[in-house]
């Protein structure tokens, strides 16, 4: 699991940002962000408490945005 119920919404952040940013750089096209998602988000390997900071994460990490905070995260 890439995250546990032990991990921190930080950790999460990072973790799903920096994987994003790299499948982003390795070239995957953009179109394929719903696909991505859906194969590294899944609910079942992502504990439901994480899930928002994962999934916040990952979208910005995909597109270049900036890291989202932990605290404006779930605002």
Known sequence: M???????????LDRFYDLAA?????GIPQVHLGKLERIWLQRR????RLHPFAAAAFFAGFTG???PNVNTTLS
């Open 2 to 12: 890439f995250v546990k119920e032990s991990s921190s919404p930080e950790e999460a």
């Open 22 to 26: 790299t499948l982003r750089d390795s």
């Open 45 to 48: 390997d992502v504990p439901a």
């Open 65 to 67: 945005l900036p890291k």
